[in-house]
């Protein structure tokens, strides 16, 4: 049995987000700093399959149940599935799942099942394929469509998919949103813009989810329903009779930090204690020894920041955004 991994404030560390990659085969505008840095090829060393492998397997026994892989794009990795391979036989770890723009599933949902891959959460942030093309620059809704279709087929559920919600970029596509869930069962969960791109770009964004629950209201009546398995941050309600559900993930809003449970790892191999902190753990000169990455693990877990600090205002909640990186650089 592992040990409890609990930080300084009490909560059970227990949850690790696994980024492999900064590239991506979308260029999103809000994710990173620079649309073009999507097609570099080369910059930082990744870690590799071997790498990721002992990372993930500390982490497991230290606590860690749940692994998400994330990037960049995870998918555009050569070999991803070998992450998967290897991280799916790991003892102890309940839960392997993969964040993904979609575009690649329409291909590769059935291997990642095959592979050990239990779900996916999809990003899509329109469904209009205009829309789709200007905030993705380039991208083709159809494919992540056919994606969402094929990871269904393939048992990677539960499916979730994740739409960051734009001021007047997508807000007038949240009742499309909503509907989605009435047939499939999928869950459309809302989330708020955060300004990993500097205050300014925030302001011109970030919309508060309660619209949301008001658009929802004149669709059908709305059902409460309990919280994610493990403990997730999103907030979820049921369109009556719908089969999936609607969930709310408000960092700024309504923050979660007294129930943060999660770690990330860089592509790079560093520790993120917390996504809005600078600090950053590097294992990058450890990775041979699983005693010195346990050590990073422990060093991580000290430095999660105390909850009771979190501001309680957006606007003040922004200005405690410290970190160096985007979110294509952390891992969302
Ligand atoms: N390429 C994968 C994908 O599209 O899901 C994984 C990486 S992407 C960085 C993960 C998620 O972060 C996406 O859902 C994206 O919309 C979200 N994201 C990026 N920047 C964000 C921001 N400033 N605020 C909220 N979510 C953001």
Redesign the pocket.
Known sequence: MPEKFVDPYGRDVNYLRL?VTEQ?N?S?F??RSNPLECGKKGGKALLGVEEIKSIAEVAVGLGITRIRL?????LIRFDIIDIVKALSAIPGLNDLSL???GILLEKMAFKLAAAGLGRV???L?SLDEANFKNITNGGKLQSTLQGIENSLKAGLIPLKI?M?LLKGINDHEIENFLTLTINKELDVRF???????GPKKWSNYFLPLQSVVKIAEKIAPLENVPGEHGGGPAQYFRLKGARGKVGLISPLSRHFCHSCNRLRITPDGKIKPCLFSSDEIDLSDSLSSKEKIKEGFYEALKKKPDPQKTAVNPADRVRQYQSKR???Q???
Do not use: A, H, K, R
């Open positions: 980024s991506c979308l999103c809000y994710c994330t990037g960049g794009e995870p964040t993904t723009n959460n999809i990003s942030d994740n960051v989330i708020e813009y955060m300004p990993t791109q985007t979110m294509s952390i891992g969302g």
